[in-house]
């Protein structure tokens, strides 16, 4: 089983910046990428980016240029840089840890509110 507790959510100003953290614990030896998705009210979970062991990033386009999805290895955790912040951003954040294989598996945190006021 693999861990995973998310912090740095909070409620900023259009414009501003926040730094989300995501720690993993347990078997992560398992765990072939990571990344953040968020869910706004009514709406699905959408993947915001991901960083493979190789360190190959992917993000959704409408982050593209303001959010940097980055790791520290020695200390298991993922970060989310978010600058530029927008309104449509307003979401909780969840982590994802995502082991390949079959089956594929997907470990996820509890997600942390990040919003963002006009």
């Known amino acids: 089983q693999v861990q995973l507790v998310e912090s740095g959510g909070g409620l900023v100003q259009a414009g501003g910046s926040l730094r989300l953290s995501c720690a993993a614990s347990?078997?992560?030896?398992?765990?072939?990428?990571m990344g953040w998705y968020r869910q706004a009210p009514g709406k699905q979970r959408d993947l915001v980016a991901t960083?493979?062991?190789?360190?190959?990033?992917n993000y959704a386009d409408s982050v593209k240029g303001r959010f940097t999805i980055s790791r520290d290895n020695a200390k298991n955790t993922v970060y989310l840089q978010m600058n530029s912040l927008k309104p449509e951003d307003t979401a909780v954040y969840y982590c994802?840890?995502?082991?390949?294989?079959?089956?594929?598996?997907?470990?996820w945190g509890q997600g942390t509110q990040v919003t963002v006021s006009s």
């Open positions: 994802n840890a995502r082991r390949y294989g079959l089956p594929l598996t997907d470990y």
């Open positions: 347990g078997n992560i030896f398992v765990i072939n990428a």
């Open positions: 960083i493979t062991r190789g360190d190959t990033t």
